[in-house]
Each structure stands twice: as structure tokens, then as C-alpha cells.
């Protein structure tokens, strides 16, 4: 199983197998702490060949610095099966996960974390700054 795309970006969907992205991403700026991004998505584009036939655990989460998941909601975790028709060298899958209200209450490097049986298929960082104060010198 490879992992073509996976990113974070404002929207995401697959269009007749087509997987369209809009605005993709790996930094917030936050004006203030704890900082809630309203939604956006993760896009994975997957390619299956007949080696990955079963059924394969699925999870994604988000990790802080220290490896801790960072949400009382995560991992999400699904069972993903998989059966490639005899004769096809192998199969591509759209995968769109509308995330909402993603709380980072610290600024700092974090991740999200794709397993697929427990094993790590993809990680995609995301940095947490502080926006810079504007000053209004007075002369």
C-alpha cells in the first residue's frame, strides 16, 4: 500500500475518482491561545496492489511534540478492507476526512499521524505559531 498524497488543506472531495484539493497547508497562526480551527480536511489519494488483499486496520491522529495524541477524540479508527479483482495490477482510493474544531492549545510542531496496521504510512506536520503583535509607534 502506497500513500500518493496525503495532506492538510481547507476542502477536499473526490470527483469521479479524481481527488480534488483546495488550499493545502501546514501552518496556523494564532493571535491567541488555545487556538480552534474551524474545519478543513485531510486528503489521501491511496494505491492498493493484490499484496494488500484483507482487512487492514486504519487510524489517524493527531500527535503533539512529546508523541501524545492530542485530541480526546483521536485516533480514528476504521477497518479498511481491501480486495483487488483478479488481472488488475492495482487500485487507487480517494480518502477525504472533513476535520471540524481542531483545538491546539499550545504553539509548538505537531503531526498527523496515518497508521495502517499499526504501522506508520504517513506523518504531516503541522506548526502552531503566534502571530507577531503590530505596533503603533506614536511620534
Known amino acids: 500500500m502506497d500513500i500518493h498524497i496525503a495532506t492538510l488543506c481547507d476542502f477536499a472531495t473526490d470527483y469521479n475518482g479524481k481527488l480534488v484539493i483546495s488550499g493545502t497547508f501546514d501552518t496556523l497562526v494564532a493571535r491567541q491561545l488555545p487556538v480552534v480551527h474551524p474545519q478543513c480536511s485531510l486528503a489521501m489519494r491511496i494505491c492498493m496492489t493484490d499484496d494488500d488483499n484483507g482487512t487492514h486496520q486504519f487510524s489517524v491522529a493527531i500527535i503533539d511534540q512529546d508523541g501524545n495524541v492530542v485530541d480526546d477524540k483521536m ?4 477497518e479498511m478492507p481491501i480486495k483487488i479483482p483478479e488481472g ?3 487500485i487507487t482510493r480517494n480518502l477525504v476526512m472533513n476535520l471540524q474544531g481542531l483545538k491546539f ?3 509548538g ?3 498527523i499521524d ?3 496496521d ?3 504510512v504517513a506523518r504531516i506536520p503541522l506548526r502552531i505559531l503566534k502571530a507577531k503583535q503590530k505596533t503603533n509607534d506614536i511620534e
Open 109 to 111: 510542531v505537531y503531526s
Open 118 to 120: 499499526q504501522e506508520l
Open 88 to 90: 488488475v495490477p492495482f
Open 75 to 78: 485516533p480514528i479508527e476504521a
Open 114 to 116: 496515518v497508521k495502517v
Open 105 to 107: 492549545k499550545e504553539l
